[in-house]
Nanobody
Framework: QVQLVESGGGLVQAGASLRLSCAAS????????MGWFRQAPGKEREFVAG????????YYADSVKGRFTISRDNAKNTVYLQMNSLKPEDTAVYSC?????????????????WGQGTQVTVSS
């Protein structure tokens, strides 16, 4: 069993930056594929970014490419999402997810563990 806890969300104005953190339990964190997803009210949860076990491979949704950066610090059992140039359409609950085996995937079903989410609100 793996537990994931997100933090760092908040209310900011358009153009501002936030860094989300996802702290993971378990000795096998360094071997997990990690991803960030988001869900806005009335919308389906969507993939935002993913990162492989050593951080050498990343993948981003087109909507955030060039603005968001995913990274990980395995020594701290933490994955990050640096969000720059935030837009009102980025407003959502952001959740981190872990996949035990495989590659980076944009599919929710590919991931085995999920955090509770942290709210990000971007005003105009």
């Amino acid at each position: 069993q793996v537990q994931l806890v997100e933090s760092g969300g908040g209310l900011v104005q358009a153009g501002a930056s936030l860094r989300l953190s996802c702290a993971a339990s378990g000795r096998t964190f360094s071997n997990y594929i990690m991803g960030w997803f988001r869900q806005a009210p009335g919308k389906e949860r969507e993939f935002v970014a993913g990162i492989n076990w050593d951080g050498g491979v990343t993948y981003y949704a087109d909507s955030v490419k060039g603005r968001f950066t995913i990274s990980r610090d395995n020594a701290k059992n933490t994955v990050y999402l640096q969000m720059n140039s935030l837009k009102p359409e980025d407003t959502a609950v952001y959740s981190c997810a872990a996949r035990r085996r495989g590659t980076i995937s944009s599919s929710l079903a590919a991931y085995d563990y999920w955090g509770q989410g942290t709210q990000v609100t971007v005003s105009s």
